[in-house]
């Protein structure tokens, strides 16, 4: 069975002043309820360097200055993985916040922008999909696919947004919320009106 997952890409950035564990860095990290606080702090991490927000000020300072912000980007976006373990990731200027345009292309059986450098794709058949690794015409050797029922492809596609609901509120809300209650509850709103907003506005 092939399935969807939320995940951010290539977190290498400064540790913010307000993150006391040493962060592992590693080079992608799904998102779900189930998400350790070590993801939580690399998700964090990724998401103030990638949108150059001050993590050298205290945390309340660097919320405020990240809340200002009609909109933010993150690398990453929609995993394809496929049970034996192969997966194609988004790649190069292809953002998890772009989720939702991808759903909608998805549900108009239209391919996604996935990012470029590889180039993912959609291709859409009468009865199945295949998501490619990179555009089919480039003839790579390492290009490979991975199918989808139609069935799968949109149940995984309202999985992979629970997947990012449960993360924004459980293990990210819960991690903020032991260091201000208030500034937890302002993250929550911000990252559904950043991430799921068509969902939740």
Request: with cysteine; glycine share 4%.
């Amino acid at each position: 069975m092939s399935y969807m997952k939320p995940v951010i890409l290539e977190p290498y950035y400064d540790k913010p002043i307000w993150i006391e564990n040493e962060v592992n860095r590693k080079e992608f990290t799904f998102l779900s309820s189930n998400s350790s606080e070590a993801e939580v702090e690399l998700f964090l991490l990724h998401l103030f360097g990638y949108n150059r927000i001050d993590v050298s000020i205290s945390l309340e300072e660097s919320f405020k200055e990240l809340f200002k912000e009609d909109e933010v980007a993150i690398l990453g976006g929609v995993a394809f993985i496929q049970d034996d373990g192969a997966f194609i990731m988004p790649s190069c200027c292809c953002g998890l916040e772009e989720i939702q345009s991808i759903s909608h292309s998805i549900k108009a059986k239209q391919s996604p922008w996935l990012g470029h450098d590889p180039s993912p794709g959609i291709i859409y058949y009468d009865d199945y999909v295949l998501v490619w690794s990179d555009d089919p015409e480039t003839q790579k050797e390492e290009l490979f696919s991975i199918r989808f029922t139609y069935k799968e492809l949109f149940e995984g596609l309202e999985k992979c947004k629970k997947d990012l609901l449960g993360f924004i509120e459980e293990p990210l809300h819960k991690w903020i919320k032991v260091r201000d209650e208030e500034i937890a509850n302002q993250m929550k709103q911000k990252m559904l009106l950043w991430f799921l907003k068509d969902e939740y506005f």
